[in-house]
Every structure is written in C-alpha cells, then in structure tokens.
C-alpha cells in the first residue's frame, strides 16, 4: 500500500510542477520579445537592454517561488543534445544555488524530451551530486509569432517535499 501511495504522491507532485511551469511559461510569452532577445544573448551585462528584463522577471520568479512550496524554478535553453545553459533563476543571487545567466548544466532527458516535442514533461525523482534528489516539471516557451521554441522553464521539488508526505502517510497507516 505504501508504494502505490508512494507512486500517487509522485505523479501528483510532477503534475502540480508541470502546472505552475505552464503559468510561468504562460507568462514568460506575453511579454515573448524581451523574453527572446535575453534567452538569445550570449552574455549579459547592466548596460544591456535586456539586463532589467532579467532582474525584474529573476525577482518575479523569486516570489513565485515563495508563494509555492517549489524548491526551485528557472528557465533554459538548449545548447546541444548534453547541454542547456540557464536564462532565468528564480534563487537569490546570493545563494550557493543560483545558477547565473548563461551557466551550463547537462541537459537531461526530460528536457530534452521537452526540447524536441515542445510538449509539457517531467522527470521521475533524479539524484544528482550538486543539486541533490528532485523531481522537476517542465513546460515549453514557444514564441506565438513564429512557433520557435525558446527554451523551457524548470519547476523543481527536492527530495524533503517527498520525505514529509510519506512520513505522513506512515503515522496514518500506524494509526
């Protein structure tokens, strides 16, 4: 009984994370044009246009974040089939964890999966040696003008998400 909650609780979590990765990226396209002139820079400085863009829509995924119980929400976009580099992160700047504009990171196959579909996904709970056990919901950024995928905006939940639930599902299975 527990693995099928287990299972449930997992699917529900790639589903919430697939949710709020979709209204991010909803609201990424209503402002594409700037979304796509930072997502195809190659470097990013304060006398950019782009530079405000990017702290103002850093900040707004900032209280996203807050506001959810997500353990991180970024965007990327596609370097080659190993590679993304991260446009958008929704971390303090000051956190070990925030990944500036422009970083490279692996691609894996759920966003690549993403990458080649422009279809919503998620991966199943990954461990990773820097970024830890998580689960991530992704949602496409696709220019409505000319339908170009530009990249994809990452909804994670760490392993403590996981950990709490179960550990509720225990005490009331033991009650």
């Known amino acids: 009984m527990f693995e099928n909650v287990k299972k449930i609780l997992i699917e529900e979590t790639q589903s919430k994370a697939i949710d709020i990765a979709v209204s991010i990226a909803s609201f990424l396209v209503q402002d594409i044009e700037s979304y796509r002139m930072l997502s195809e820079s190659s470097s990013l400085r304060i006398e950019d ?85 998580y689960l991530t919901g992704y949602a496409p950024i696709v220019d409505p003008r000319d339908n170009t995928l530009v990249g994809w905006v990452g909804v994670d939940y760490d392993a403590d998400f996981f950990s709490i639930r179960s550990a509720r599902v225990s005490w009331i299975q033991v009650g």
Not at 65 to 72: L, P, V
Not at 105 to 120: C, I, K, P, R, W
């Open 49 to 133: 246009p782009s530079y405000l863009y990017y702290l103002e829509t850093n900040s707004v995924l900032r209280a996203i974040r807050k506001q959810t119980d997500t353990s991180y929400i970024f965007t990327a976009r596609y370097i080659d089939d190993k590679t993304n580099a991260y446009v958008l992160d929704g971390e303090c700047p000051d956190s070990e964890f925030f990944s500036p504009f422009g970083s490279r990171d692996g691609l894996n196959d759920a966003e690549l999966q993403v990458y080649q579909t422009a279809q919503v996904g998620a991966s199943g709970i990954v461990e990773d040696p820097v970024w830890g056990a």
